[in-house]
């Protein structure tokens, strides 16, 4: 079974650090590439970031709202995705979702993680 | 950046009703348009990727259909599974952007 399990969430202070990991199971995690979204309580979905995979040179895209602040990352021999929040502000509170993304021949995040959710407050 | 508009913003329907969102770029994107269904407490499922494929495993109640702006999403007979939102986003380029989301209730 095609599985992607967010874990990393909780509680944090402003300006203060989390790192977010997406274990998957199930298939190679470096055959695709890997992004990011998120969903503030009652609001819609964001795309937050993406990476390639190393066949498309591993190169990274970023919200301009977390540019800077964010980091993916991947470690394909364990199977595992990161994303570093740094410099967190209370309008980072959210579920966080990883997904497995499909790029030929559209673009499209076939599976999603169920995600793990981030609140940033004093 | 891309800007999705979606339309309506909600719509009341009854099980066996034939359901159509619509759901406009700001600039052409091809056929780089994936819909989403969301339930609450839920993660996003794909339903239609390529702006008319479908995805596996999803029921054949669903399409998608449109090019360049303009695209719909339509069930054609709703289910009581089918209560949900449901989400436009455009991959034609970054920003990945959204459209507002479509909540289809009773």
């Known amino acids: 079974d095609v599985q992607l399990v967010e874990s990393g969430g909780g509680l944090a202070q402003p300006g203060r650090s989390l790192r977010l990991s997406c274990t998957v199971s199930?298939?190679?995690?470096?055959?695709?590439?890997m992004s990011w979204f998120r969903q503030a309580p009652g609001e819609g979905l964001e795309w937050v970031s993406f990476?390639?995979?190393?066949?498309?040179?591993?190169?990274?895209e970023y919200a301009a709202s977390v540019k800077g602040r964010f980091t993916i990352s991947r470690d394909d021999s364990k199977s595992i995705g990161y994303l570093q929040v740094s410099s967190l502000k209370t309008e980072d509170t959210a579920v966080y979702y990883c997904?497995?993304?499909?790029?030929?021949?559209?673009?499209?995040?076939?599976?999603w993680g169920k995600g793990t959710t981030v609140t940033v407050s004093s | 950046d891309i800007q999705m508009t979606q339309s309506p913003s909600s719509v009341s329907a009854s099980v066996g009703d034939r359901v159509t969102i619509t759901c406009r770029a700001s600039?052409?994107?091809?056929?780089?348009l994936t819909w989403y269904q969301q339930k609450p407490g839920k993660a996003p499922k794909l339903l239609i990727y390529?702006?008319?494929s479908l995805q596996s495993g999803v029921p054949s109640r669903f399409s998608g259909s449109g090019s360049g702006t303009d695209f719909t999403l339509t069930i054609s007979s709703l289910q009581p599974e089918d209560f949900a939102t449901y989400y436009c986003?455009?991959?034609?380029?970054?920003?990945?952007?959204f459209g507002g989301g479509t909540k289809v209730e009773i």
């Open positions: 990476v390639r995979s190393k066949a498309y040179g591993g190169t990274t």
């Open positions: 600039q052409d994107v091809s056929t780089f």
């Open positions: 199930g298939f190679t995690l470096g055959d695709y590439a």
């Open positions: 997904t497995r993304v499909v790029v030929l021949p559209y673009y499209y995040m076939d599976v």
């Open positions: 986003q455009q991959a034609n380029r970054f920003p990945l952007t």
């Open positions: 390529g702006a008319s």
